[in-house]
């Protein structure tokens, strides 16, 4: 048994304690977890350890809600800052269960909003966003049924519309390089490029008659 000789609020944080066992220093604590805390009152092993393991949690959840106040995260990048953190694997477990429940992630959510933001604001091809995707580590399966909904032509002549404004001073060889090569780095297949390509020179022609 261990006895509380203190609890004394932290400077910083006023909403944490700092607990001491037997007049030591032992670990702090959210207020949450310290309210039915008094000092002289004894604590056994396995309650010091029921203690740890709610901090842990409580910790993994602050984590967790920083993360997805900012915008839509899959389950691994929060599973993995809670990693960064130290927050042992039991409270992760735990955090990810409870914040599944409460619908507050989803990887098929978090999936489809991060390609709507692609689409939107920089467009990707398939296979570059299959690779993103992969990285956040969003299930293959979600990936494929996804990404089969997706006209990558479309997405395709989206992503060469705002760079064709860059492309004005260059002639056709140099046109259709430089653009075919911005479409390729963004992972267009060459079948979605070279359509893509003859049209926006034929608008550039057309374009240009039309200033004379």
Not at 103 to 119: M, S, T
Not at 164 to 189: A, C, H, M, P, T
Request: proline share 2%; glycine share 4%; charged share 40%.
């Amino acid at each position: 048994m261990a006895t509380i000789t203190d609890i004394t609020i932290q400077k910083r944080r006023k909403d944490r304690v700092n607990l001491f066992l037997d007049g030591e220093y032992a670990f702090s604590l959210s207020m949450i977890n310290a309210a039915w805390l008094k000092i002289g009152q004894e604590l056994s092993a396995e309650k010091i350890k029921a203690l740890q393991q709610e901090e842990a949690y409580e910790r993994g959840k602050e984590i967790a809600l920083r993360l997805i106040t900012n915008r839509p995260r899959s389950i691994k990048e929060i599973r993995d800052r809670m990693r960064e953190k130290d927050v042992e694997e039991s409270a992760r477990d735990r955090v990810i269960t409870r914040f599944e429940e409460l619908e507050l992630l989803d990887d098929v959510a978090f999936a489809r909003y991060w390609i709507d933001q692609r689409a939107r604001f920089n467009p990707r091809g398939i296979p570059m966003l299959r690779q993103e995707l992969r990285q956040k580590g969003v299930d293959q399966q979600i990936i494929q049924d996804l990404l089969n909904e997706l006209d990558n032509s479309s997405a395709a002549m989206k992503a060469a519309e705002k760079k064709v404004r860059s492309l004005s001073r260059y002639g056709e060889e140099d046109f259709r390089k430089k653009l075919s090569g911005f479409l390729q780095r963004r992972g267009f297949y060459y079948e979605d490029i070279r359509p893509v390509v003859d049209e926006l020179w034929q608008r550039r022609c057309e374009s240009d008659e039309g200033d004379i």
